[in-house]
Every structure is written in structure tokens, then in C-alpha cells.
């Protein structure tokens, strides 16, 4: 992704932005809000502008892994003010229901809510804006494609074959709607023992990056199971790792760099 592209609007919304990044996956639980939350907090820790929209309407689980709360207010103008996490904005259908309320979307509705958080949300002028697309169906990622010139996409998989087999049919329906395949991250690929020091590949390891390699697109890095990320996403401490946790980050780092 190139950062001296000329910024894109959506009609005559308040963003502003350089490139639009779309995280998704095959299936669910492989890591994708997780390494979608951690992209965009490494690419503002490397010094970009950076918001985070979490398309994930059904499972939204962005406030959780960031320890955000909050009601976003609507603004004179009209505009959604989005929820804040230091200088950057996220906005998230989990700010809008209550925590334990289902979402039962018909596709106009679900159209129309990305349309809103794309274009009616103060963003802001930014260099990046991620968004955490929803597993599997391709409903959401044909509406981001009309509404907005996508820089790509990121899939993430995890080792297994099941998940690649999923994996590929996420990129199979990136490719359907026109929007770029930036590559694969490969998640919870191995578990190195910290007493031990041993590597134990729980999923495997390297799936992916052979799977990238058949379907001719870039691999982007792996990310090992790492249990600081777990415990910092069930306390909405995601940010802390990223800031303060150098081996943790350091995977991170290598993957926000090849975006
Ligand atoms: P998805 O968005 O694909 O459903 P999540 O990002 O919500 O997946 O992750 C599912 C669970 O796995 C979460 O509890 C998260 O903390 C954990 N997780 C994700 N990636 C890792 C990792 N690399 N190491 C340890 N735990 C992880």
C-alpha cells in the first residue's frame, strides 16, 4: 500500500482517507478482530493517522479487545462522532446495542449501516482505516466495494487445513467484488513454551504460507500463539501490548510493515 496515494471520499462524507484496509477470514475465532485491532494500533505506534471500523455488525468484537465504551453522539452537522481511543477513532455496532442484544439484519439494513459508518462517521483526515470485516459472507464486503476504492484485503488463517480451506474462499470472494488481495497473515501458527523455549506448532505451521504461494498471493507473516494477546484482548488491554509489549509486538511490527 502505497501512503502517497491521493486520499478518497465517500460522497460527501467526513472521510478522508489514504488507504482502506479490509481484514477478513474464512471462518470465525481464528484471530481476525484481533490481528484487525492489532494492525491498526502498530500502523499508529509506527506513526500513521489511523481509524478502525469494525463491519463485523453481527459479532462486533472491537470495544471489547480496546476496553471501549460509550454511546457515539451525533454531532450538529450531523455526523456521527465516533468513539476515541487516544487520537484514534473507532466506530462499531457494539457501540449502538447492548452487549447480550442479537442483531437480526436484513440485507438493505446491513447495507445501509456500512454506508453510514463509512460516510456519515467524523473520521477525519487518515492515512489508514481498517476495517474488520465479518467471517465468510461476502454481503458486507459488496457494499464496501461500491461505496469506496479499497486499497485490499488481509486474510487471516490459521495453520489447519480446514481454516485454509475457509481461507480460500475468503479470497475467492474478495476476487469476486474487485478488491485486492494484500496477502495472508498466518494466526496462532506455533507456541513457543516460555520455560521450556520449545516450539510446539498446536495448529502446524507454514499452511498458510504455502497456501499463499498456490493461490499466487503475498504472504504477509505469522503471528504465534502468544497468551499476553489473549489475556490483553479479554481485558480490553489490546493497545497496552502494542505499545508496551516488545516481543509480543515484534510479529506485529513485520506485518504492519509489509501492508
Ligand atoms: P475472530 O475475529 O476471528 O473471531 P478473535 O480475534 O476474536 O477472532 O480471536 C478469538 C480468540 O483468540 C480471542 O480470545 C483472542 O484473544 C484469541 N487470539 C487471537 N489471536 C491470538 C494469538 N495470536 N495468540 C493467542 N490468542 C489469540
Redesign the pocket.
Known amino acids: 500500500v502505497h501512503h502517497d496515494r491521493a486520499p478518497v471520499r465517500v460522497g460527501q462524507s467526513a472521510l478522508r482517507v489514504k488507504s482502506v484496509i479490509a481484514v477478513g477470514?474464512g471462518k470465525?475465532?481464528?484471530?481476525?478482530?484481533?490481528?484487525a485491532a492489532s494492525l491498526a494500533l502498530t500502523l499508529r505506534r509506527l506513526g500513521s493517522k489511523v481509524g478502525l471500523m469494525d463491519a463485523?455488525v453481527y459479532?462486533p468484537?472491537i470495544p471489547h479487545l480496546l476496553g471501549l465504551t460509550g454511546r457515539p453522539a451525533i454531532t450538529e452537522s450531523k455526523r456521527i462522532e465516533p468513539i476515541r481511543l487516544g487520537d484514534m477513532p473507532v466506530m462499531s455496532m457494539g457501540f449502538l446495542i447492548e452487549p447480550d442484544q442479537a442483531v437480526i439484519w436484513r440485507g438493505p439494513m446491513l447495507h445501509g449501516s456500512i454506508n453510514q459508518f463509512l460516510g456519515e462517521t467524523d473520521w477525519g483526515d487518515l492515512d489508514y482505516l481498517i476495517i474488520d470485516m465479518p467471517?465468510g459472507t461476502g454481503d458486507v464486503a459488496l457494499t464496501l466495494s461500491q461505496a469506496i476504492p479499497l486499497a485490499g484485503s488481509v486474510v487471516?488463517c490459521t495453520p489447519q487445513e480446514v481454516a485454509l480451506l475457509d481461507a480460500v474462499k475468503a479470497i475467492s470472494m474478495f476476487r469476486k467484488v474487485n478488491i485486492p488481495i494484500l496477502g495472508m497473515v498466518e494466526?496462532?501458527s506455533g507456541f513457543m513454551c516460555p520455560d521450556c523455549g520449545k516450539t510446539y506448532d498446536i495448529f502446524g505451521s507454514g499452511g498458510a504460507r504455502d497456501k499463499a504461494e498456490e493461490l499466487d498471493v503475498a504472504f504477509l507473516g505469522k503471528?504465534?500463539?502468544?497468551?499476553t494477546?489473549?489475556e490483553a484482548?479479554?481485558a480490553g488491554q489490546l493497545a497496552d501490548v502494542i505499545e508496551h509489549n516488545e516481543k509480543a509486538r515484534a510479529p506485529l511490527d513485520a506485518i504492519a510493515k509489509s501492508v
Open positions: 477470514s470465525g475465532g481464528v484471530g481476525k478482530s484481533t490481528v463485523d459479532g468484537s467471517p487471516v494466526n496462532m503471528l504465534p500463539i502468544d497468551i494477546l489473549r484482548g479479554d
